[in-house]
């Protein structure tokens, strides 16, 4: 039972580059969410989608988008990195946050040059 | 929104004292309070959580408060060993579709042996 899986792991990209992050859960949970961690901020909401079919946006979407994929799947793209957009960045999914908390993926460190 | 407000940023006691981490929430219908514990490198991990219609809840060493008169919650770990050494992060949300967290900045725990 890998839980929440996250890839790639680590990434460098130069300004302007596009890149897509991968994110699977397999605890058949209905909700799943991106978000990015920076030094002092805490983390913070990119997108979610509360079921299959549905996105929203968070806090800081500007720059990225989001495919909910089906019920497992949910990616984030950015489409032309920029140097802001160096974070490490969470995938989580939840079948009832309000009762269960959130399980978090393992972390991408993105580094923008 | 809901905004979440997390002190101190930086905890420093010496193994066996007592830590206090106490966090504010804006949007009074937030009924759901979790507290997260982060690793150096590591995902983010659910380690105790409250609801609104409780006052208190403990989990051996570690314990949370919530007034909701005040709309703050508190974390409390006795008798700190080194392994307590993390970042605690405090969230607030509400019961609705998505029930995304919001999440305070943190607090980098050091215990001192």
């Known amino acids: 039972n890998a839980g929440v899986t996250q890839t790639p792991k680590f990434q460098v990209l130069k300004t302007g580059q596009s890149m897509t992050l991968q994110c699977a859960q397999d605890?058949?949970?209905?909700?799943m969410y991106w978000y990015r961690q920076d030094p002092g901020m805490g983390l913070r909401l990119i997108y979610y989608?509360?079921?299959?079919?549905?996105?929203d946006k968070g806090e800081v979407p500007n720059g990225y988008n989001v495919s909910r994929l089906n019920k497992r799947e949910f990616s984030l793209r950015l489409e032309s990195a920029a140097p802001s957009q160096t974070s490490v960045y969470f995938c989580?999914?939840?079948?009832?946050?309000?009762?269960?908390?959130?399980?978090f993926g393992s972390g991408t460190r993105l580094t923008v040059v | 929104g809901e905004n979440v407000e997390q002190h101190p940023s930086t905890l420093s006691v010496q193994e066996g004292d007592s830590a206090v981490i106490k966090c504010t929430y804006s949007?009074?219908?937030?009924?759901?309070f979790p507290w997260y514990k982060q690793e150096l490198g590591k995902r983010p991990q659910l380690i105790i959580d409250?609801?609104?219609?409780?006052g208190e809840k403990k989990d051996q060493r570690i314990a949370v408060t919530l007034n909701k008169t005040a709309k703050h919650f508190s974390l409390h770990i006795t008798e700190t060993q080194p392994e307590d050494s993390a970042v605690y992060f405090c969230?607030?949300?509400?019961?609705?579709?998505?029930?995304?967290?919001?999440f305070g900045g943190g607090t980098r725990v050091l215990v001192k042996p």
């Open positions: 989608s509360a079921s299959e079919g549905t996105t």
């Open positions: 989580a999914s939840s079948d009832r946050p309000s009762l269960y908390g959130y399980t």
């Open positions: 605890m058949n949970h209905n909700s």
């Open positions: 949007d009074s219908a937030s009924n759901y």
């Open positions: 409250i609801r609104s219609n409780v």
């Open positions: 969230a607030a949300s509400r019961e609705a579709a998505g029930n995304k967290l919001t």
